[in-house]
């Protein structure tokens, strides 16, 4: 009888202690080392822009935001005196953050899982990005010397270590299978310039429970709407202002190639590949083929002059929407540089040709081989 009066109480402990991890609410505890007051903004991020979503007062260097997540978030923390912004995996939890006032990005979050893996990931892909960009700027360098056979051999080794990243973050997130925050990272990491097969491969890798969640029905919405825009279907119409007011549409320029690109005055990478859609357009503009700028600027004079210094003489349109642009959204953009490429019949041909072959590219379809 002893004996089953002690096995019932460790049930009830085990109860308890299941109750206890699965928490309906977060509360996220902040100490700011360096302040002792001040506000502490929680934002989200909205169509690319930061908007607050709650705030508290900072105390003693201490502030508390409490608050509940119907399933694991990124969110980001604002603080008066502290520059930038450091980025939190928001998750059901008790959760801990602790930030340097000189030094905001040697910040530590203790309490949510979804934050470990999202930093795992970070670590993971780091090594990566330094050669990226060492490479960048390599291929920068041997640009400007003209040594164009340099330039090839390290653009190759720029794929290969893009590639490499590729497949190390795919196996990670094969880890969390059923879990947002690898949805998160497959987002931001692995599906830049996808058509619909390869994205679809992605989207395979995570379990249908996940239905619900925020990332992961974002991605299959993504999914849904590249299917419209696939390579062989229909290119969607779209009318848009150019610089000086006038209304322009795709539909505009039927019965020639045109090249769509989407891009940003505020992306450098963006600006980056600049030099190639000018060549291209100084190459092949007139009757058989144009180009058409979308830019997903905010700001009018910033577009413009970014027209200007990067000497862009083709088409440019923009709703001054930012990410809210309506062909960005039509044409399942969620990351800038893309583009395009449109036959004279109004079917797409191709999506993200590489610009660094973008004059060899043209010239093939223009020729029809």
Same mark, same amino acid.
């Given at each position: 009888?002893?004996?089953?009066?002690?096995?019932?109480?460790?049930?009830?402990?085990?109860?308890?202690?299941?109750?206890?991890?699965?928490?309906?609410?977060?509360?996220?505890?902040?100490?700011?080392?360096?302040?002792?007051?001040?506000?502490?903004?929680?934002?989200? +991020? @909205?169509?690319?822009? $930061?908007? *607050?979503? !709650?705030?508290?007062? %900072?105390? #003693?260097?201490?502030?508390?935001?409490?608050? &509940?997540?119907?399933?694991?978030?990124?969110?980001?923390?604002?603080?008066?005196?502290?520059?930038? +912004? @450091?980025?939190?995996? $928001?998750? *059901?939890? !008790?959760?801990?953050? %602790?930030? #340097?006032?000189?030094?905001?990005?040697?910040? &530590?979050?203790?309490?949510?899982?979804?934050?470990?893996?999202?930093?795992?990931?970070?670590?993971?892909?780091?090594?990566?990005?330094?050669?990226?960009?060492?490479?960048?700027?390599?291929?920068?360098?041997?640009?400007?010397?003209?040594?164009?056979?340099?330039?090839?051999?390290?653009?190759?080794?720029?794929?290969?270590?893009?590639?490499?990243?590729?497949?190390?973050?795919?196996?990670?997130?094969?880890?969390?299978?059923?879990?947002?925050?690898?949805?998160?990272?497959?987002?931001?990491?692995?599906?830049?310039?996808?058509?619909?097969?390869?994205?679809?491969?992605?989207?395979?890798?995570?379990?249908?429970?996940?239905?619900?969640?925020?990332?992961?029905?974002?991605?299959?919405?993504?999914?849904?709407?590249?299917?419209?825009?696939?390579?062989?279907?229909?290119?969607?119409?779209?009318?848009?202002?150019?610089?000086?007011?006038?209304?322009?549409?795709?539909?505009?320029?039927?019965?020639?190639?045109?090249?769509?690109?989407?891009?940003?005055?505020?992306?450098?990478?963006?600006?980056?590949?600049?030099?190639?859609?000018?060549?291209?357009?100084?190459?092949?503009?007139?009757?058989?083929?144009?180009?058409?700028?979308?830019?997903?600027?905010?700001?009018?004079?910033?577009?413009?002059?970014?027209?200007?210094?990067?000497?862009?003489?083709?088409?440019?349109?923009?709703?001054?929407?930012?990410?809210?642009?309506?062909?960005?959204?039509?044409?399942?953009?969620?990351?800038?540089?893309?583009?395009?490429?449109?036959?004279?019949?109004?079917?797409?041909?191709?999506?993200?040709?590489?610009?660094?072959?973008?004059?060899?590219?043209?010239?093939?379809?223009?020729?029809?081989?």
């Amino acid at each position: 009888m002893l004996m089953k009066k002690f096995l019932s109480f460790l049930m009830l402990l085990a109860m308890f202690a299941c109750e206890d991890t699965q928490k309906e609410s977060f509360t996220l505890s902040g100490h700011v080392e360096g302040q002792d007051e001040g506000l502490a903004y929680l934002q989200d +991020r @909205v169509a690319g822009q $930061m908007v *607050n979503v !709650d705030s508290a007062r %900072i105390e #003693n260097g201490q502030f508390t935001i409490t608050g &509940t997540v119907d399933n694991p978030y990124m969110y980001y923390l604002n603080i008066d005196g502290v520059p930038g +912004r @450091v980025s939190v995996f $928001m998750e *059901n939890s !008790d959760i801990k953050i %602790i930030v #340097n006032q000189v030094d905001p990005l040697q910040y &530590t979050v203790e309490g949510s899982r979804s934050h470990e893996i999202y930093i795992k990931s970070n670590e993971l892909a780091q090594p990566f990005d330094e050669r990226l960009r060492a490479l960048q700027r390599d291929i920068v360098d041997a640009e400007i010397a003209g040594d164009d056979e340099k330039v090839e051999q390290l653009r190759g080794r720029y794929e290969q270590t893009n590639e490499l990243k590729a497949a190390e973050l795919l196996e990670f997130i094969k880890e969390y299978p059923n879990h947002p925050v690898a949805v998160f990272i497959a987002s931001r990491q692995l599906t830049h310039g996808l058509n619909h097969e390869e994205l679809s491969d992605i989207f395979n890798v995570f379990d249908a429970s996940l239905a619900g969640s925020t990332y992961y029905d974002q991605m299959k919405e993504q999914l849904e709407t590249l299917e419209k825009v696939a390579i062989g279907k229909p290119a969607i119409d779209f009318t848009l202002p150019n610089p000086d007011g006038d209304e322009i549409s795709l539909s505009d320029y039927q019965g020639r190639f045109v090249l769509i690109s989407f891009w940003a005055s505020w992306c450098p990478y963006c600006r980056d590949v600049s030099p190639y859609l000018a060549e291209a357009a100084r190459t092949f503009s007139g009757d058989d083929f144009e180009i058409i700028g979308v830019s997903l600027d905010r700001e009018k004079e910033a577009w413009v002059k970014a027209i200007e210094d990067d000497e862009l003489a083709y088409v440019h349109v923009s709703d001054l929407e930012g990410w809210r642009s309506g062909p960005a959204g039509e044409y399942a953009v969620r990351s800038i540089p893309q583009n395009v490429l449109v036959g004279p019949d109004g079917i797409i041909l191709a999506r993200n040709l590489e610009y660094a072959k973008l004059n060899e590219l043209i010239d093939m379809y223009l020729q029809g081989v």
